[in-house]
């Protein structure tokens, strides 16, 4: 990837960022609200508590549903494409998927709420931070729950409400290392043996690893510092707040290998004819190409403090929907097996616990609750106050 390519990719995330931020400011997301506000900070309310729609009847909703004629949704995987034509083929309703990066998404429904236009009706959106610090408060979007799929959502996963738990892991190529991962601790990324042999998506332009970055120093510090001392044998000397912010500057300067998509990562270190050895950090839909394009990768998952991390995936719907019964309707469908489904064929956990977690996980990823992080849904707000402080330290030590 040209370093050209990097900059056009940072520069339309940034600029997305740029220009929701000022629209947050001049207070130009539109007045009709799902959530209130008391007088609180906007950010701070829109994680107050869940819209339960406790009068949830299917019935009536779908015939409802069916007149509207019509739904668009967004996400960040084109397996949203799928999942929209089982909608269309269960209730007979004109769907459209649209896959989006969530920096596009967040632009799009932000102006499209400014200019009292909406075409897309719902997202299922990646971003968490983003989603409680712009989307909610700015009233973009709500968080609707139906009643009668409630009980089956845990509490920490209802505001705002995870519909999916997908992952990012380590890989390496077996092919190139036959005995095994070649690295066992996080901490051994940084060191001078892997110099400019990382890959990774450019952090500035993927939001969630990110937040990881932010989730690594508030949720997970204690665990990176067992892991320098289990790897050096000394305690971690550092001047950051934090052992995660140590690890990244230190990942940031070993010259990592950053690309503008996962694709990228997995061809660079899995791809049939590649011979460098490298370590790559993708997202567990890759391993369809392990089938689809020969790749030769695994899991490290021998890796520690943890192989990987999961990231969730939330389900919202735009205030301003001409389709709100369709909206509605999309989203208890995304909620049962039947609509999740065709989003977890290469691995994931639903967030109702209704449905049985993915048998599609890559080989290696047996124990999500052990061999990955998960952010804290608690530090989403947290984690977008600090992201351009997170986006600056990988800047600034990236050279």
């Known amino acids: 990837m040209t370093s050209r390519t990097r900059t056009s990719h940072r520069h339309r995330y940034l600029l997305a960022m740029g220009v929701v931020a000022a629209l947050a400011a001049v207070g130009c997301a539109p007045s009709t609200a799902t959530n209130s506000t008391d007088g609180t900070d906007a950010a701070d309310a829109a994680v107050a508590g869940p819209v339960i729609d406790s009068d949830f009847d299917l019935a009536a909703l779908t015939a409802a549903a069916k007149k509207e004629g019509a739904v668009t949704v967004y996400d960040s995987t084109g397996d949203i494409k799928k999942v929209a034509d089982a909608f269309q083929t269960k209730y007979g309703i004109k769907t459209t998927g649209v896959k989006s990066d969530v920096g596009d998404t967040l632009e799009k429904m932000t102006r499209e709420a400014q200019a009292k236009n909406v075409t897309i009706d719902l997202t299922l959106y990646e971003n968490g931070p983003t989603l409680v610090g712009q989307l909610l408060p700015q009233k973009t979007v709500y968080t609707w729950i139906p009643a009668d799929l409630a009980d089956q959502i845990d509490e920490a996963n209802r505001n705002p409400l995870m519909v999916l738990s997908k992952a ?27 110099r400019g042999k990382v890959a990774l998506q450019d952090p500035l332009g993927k939001p969630n690893i990110i937040e990881w970055f932010n989730q690594l120093g508030s949720t ?115 909620l049962t097996a039947e609509g999740i489904t065709p989003e977890m064929g290469s691995g994931g956990i639903s967030g109702s616990k209704a449905v049985p977690p993915s048998s599609n996980n890559p ?20 984690d977008f106050r600090d992201a351009q402080t997170m986006q600056d330290h990988w800047r600034l030590n990236h050279r």
Not at 310 to 324: D, E, L, S, V
């Open 220 to 334: 997970y510090d204690a665990e990176l510092r067992t892991a320098y001392k289990a790897n050096s044998g000394k305690d971690l000397a550092t001047s950051e707040a934090s052992a995660g912010k140590e690890w990244v500057k230190q990942l940031a300067k070993n010259d990592p290998i950053l690309t503008a998509a996962d694709d990228d990562v997995s061809a660079a270190v899995a791809a049939p004819n590649q011979t460098e050895p490298r370590i790559g950090l993708v997202s567990i839909a890759k391993f369809r190409d392990v089938a689809g394009k020969g790749y030769k990768m695994k899991v490290c998952d021998s890796l520690k403090p943890y192989v990987g991390y999961q990231y969730p995936k939330f389900g919202a719907i735009a205030t301003g929907t001409k389709h709100p019964n369709a909206a509605k309707l999309f989203m208890h469908f995304v």
């Open 363 to 382: 080989p290696g990823l047996t124990d999500w609750s052990r061999q990955l992080m998960k952010f804290d849904p608690a530090k989403l707000l947290s």
């Open 168 to 194: 990012n892991v380590w890989i390496y190529n077996p092919k190139v290392f036959p005995n095994g991962c070649p690295v066992d601790n996080l901490w051994d990324l940084t060191s001078a043996e892997w």
